[in-house]
């Protein structure tokens, strides 16, 4: 394994041995002092802290370790605290089982490790609750953008296209990659160490393309709007199961994901990256509820929200049939009624006491040379906006009838000019029987 630095080289290499999973901050400075050793309880509590849901807990400080008062002090404070107003910055949350801290290099240091590192079922729960905490604090719905077996992403408030745009470029490369061809993503060595025969090799194939298409295409997009996205990757860890760590699918599949992190490190997104082992033992994210918001824990030990009734009903699913208005209240029912403005837009305040959907284009760019942009009409922006071509094409079959027009009067006036006089005075008269 290559370790993260020098400071906590021995500290994680003792790690190891105890299915070890951490905490990083990819796009912060790296932390001063010692790295934070924390229980899976602690560790669930310091994200809900990063993500700005700790209303959902009780956080129950006096009484605690001085290890929970400084991870609290830790996430508390500005840099790490996200999604508490709209103003604040967009954030990924990752989660990737199969990895263990020191398995990537050029990362900083973690945040915080746990020694009792929960299964990979419990990561992907806590992963779900954590998302739908997060869609109820910014009033707004949860989207599932892709789900493929046990991984999948989600995003909150909804991301325009993204669900449609994953879908074909998932779609797109691994067709290249079965059919044993090369593009710019699929690479040489993809198609020469990953069979379409093989199960373990579909499903890491599939996983790693949804990975690269969210990280190349949809994370990028984030910088202009405010949404919270959250991943749960299970492939990596299947394909070492499977072929063992010393394969050459495992460490392809390092190699590429590997790369995947460096790149969102280097990004302007906030990311926070979980690495789990990937085990499958009892431990679990177990921590006490607000006393406000008390619920029974589920068998996999992580806690069931009780979510607060929505303010307004929520609507019917959009469809032909859905009526909207032209202004809503506030911006909760304006969301609520159009469905985020059906993914396509935001609601914004367009008057006294009106809020309105304000559509965005969609712009979707397959290379450097070929993009496309869908435009965006309606009270709920859930019509394609076609008024500039429809007109372009109306100005246009005009134009072409009257020149076709003006080219058959034309034509019919040939032969109907009577002669100037002095040409018709040379004519010699027709002879009388």
Known sequence: MKFVAGLVASGLATLAAASTAAIYELNNIAPSGPVLEVSPDQARLGLALALGVSRFYKLNVQGDSDTTIGMLEQ?????????????DDSRFLLSVAGLEPGDVDGLNAPLMVMKNAPSTESTGLLMRELAEEKAETMSTSLQEVASLDSSFCLAAPAIRDAESYISNYKTTNYNTWSLGRTSNIITKEIVKTFSPDRSEDRRFVSEYLLFKGFTDKIIPQLSDEKHTTFCHLTGLQELTSAYGEDSKQALLAHSLYEALLRKLSGGNIKTTLLLTPGVSGKAAFTIQPHPKRAHEAVSSGVPEVQKKPPATPKPAPIGKGTRYEKCYDNEESCNNSTASCSGHGKCRKSGKECWSCTCKPTVLQSDEQHKSTTYWAGYA????????????FLVFSIVIVLVVAWAVSLLASIGETELPSVLSAGVAPPKRA
């Open 381 to 392: 922006c859930q019509k394609k906006d076609i008024s500039v071509p429809f007109n372009l």
């Open 75 to 87: 996430f508390g404070s500005e840099e790490h605290r996200v999604g508490v107003s709209p103003e």
